[in-house]
Nanobody, 117 residues
Framework: EVQLVESGGGLVQAGGSLRLSCAAS????????IGWFRQAPGKEREGVSC???????YYTDSVKGRFTISSDNAKNTVYLQMNSLKPEDTAVYYC???????????WGQGTQVTVSS
């Protein structure tokens, strides 16, 4: 059974930091691109960051210089270190795993991040 389990969300003041974790199981972790998406109330889900199976990273412009994605393949876990958090970062953050050759696509249940001003 494929599982993506996010953790690490919470309430933090503006300027603070959080580290999200996405623990994966049930598939060949090394073959997948792992990404973080977020969805704020009343808004569409947007891509935040991802790391390819080759270790190439991507960040959306609004988080560049503040967020860092990393992968621990031995633990089948991807992290999103979020620094200098802003109220506009408030959202439910979702982990996604995608295998591009087949389009296989899995989602976690989400973790809430709330940044107070």
């Amino acid at each position: 059974e494929v599982q993506l389990v996010e953790s690490g969300g919470g309430l933090v003041q503006a300027g603070g930091s959080l580290r999200l974790s996405c623990a994966a199981s049930g598939f060949t972790f090394d073959d997948y691109a792992i990404g973080w998406f977020r969805q704020a109330p009343g808004k569409e889900r947007e891509g935040v960051s991802c790391i390819s199976s080759d270790g190439i990273t991507y960040y959306t412009d609004s988080v560049k210089g503040r967020f860092t994605i990393s992968s621990d393949n031995a633990k089948n876990t991807v992290y999103l270190q979020m620094n200098s958090l802003k109220p506009e970062d408030t959202a439910v953050y979702y982990c996604n795993a995608r295998y591009n050759p087949t389009g296989a696509d899995y989602w976690g249940q989400g973790t809430q991040v709330t940044v107070s001003s």
